[in-house]
Nanobody
Framework: VQLQASGGGLVQAGGSLRLSCVASGRPFSSYAMGWFRQAPGKEREFQAAISRGGRNTRYTDSVKGRFTISRDNAKNTVYLQMNSLKPEDTAVYYC????????????????????WGQGTQVTVSS
């Protein structure tokens, strides 16, 4: 599956952004989806994941209550709504797809994702 992420930009602290990731090439509903981010000089880290049908979600502790992952299988799109943004949220954000037969699966492990988008830059100014 090919993934195209968009929606990044420059925002002030406390603001919001919504990232989108459109999939093409294979049935989107076959994939659990995830969002990761990578700040300069740091490793890529998990942010959020959603199961194939959207029933299950998982978040890293630092974004719980601020970020919301969702998906629209009819549009082949996964979203990351980011509210109350902080300067430390500044990073390149990547979407990723995990092909799985398990309907309720979510994973935080990078190696378990099969495909990655190109990344979209999010910059939060103080």
């Amino acid at each position: 599956v090919q993934l195209q992420a968009s929606g990044g930009g420059l925002v002030q602290a406390g603001g919001s952004l919504r990232l989108s990731c459109v999939a093409s090439g294979r049935p989107f509903s076959s994939y659990a989806m995830g969002w990761f981010r990578q700040a300069p000089g740091k490793e890529r880290e998990f942010q959020a994941a959603i199961s194939r049908g959207g029933r299950n979600t998982r978040y890293t502790d630092s974004v719980k209550g601020r970020f919301t992952i969702s998906r629209d299988n009819a549009k082949n799109t996964v979203y990351l709504q980011m509210n109350s943004l902080k300067p430390e949220d500044t990073a390149v954000y990547y979407c990723a797809a995990d092909q799985t037969e398990t309907i309720y699966r979510t994973t935080i492990t990078m190696d378990e994702y099969d495909s990655w988008g190109q990344g979209t830059q999010v910059t939060v100014s103080s």
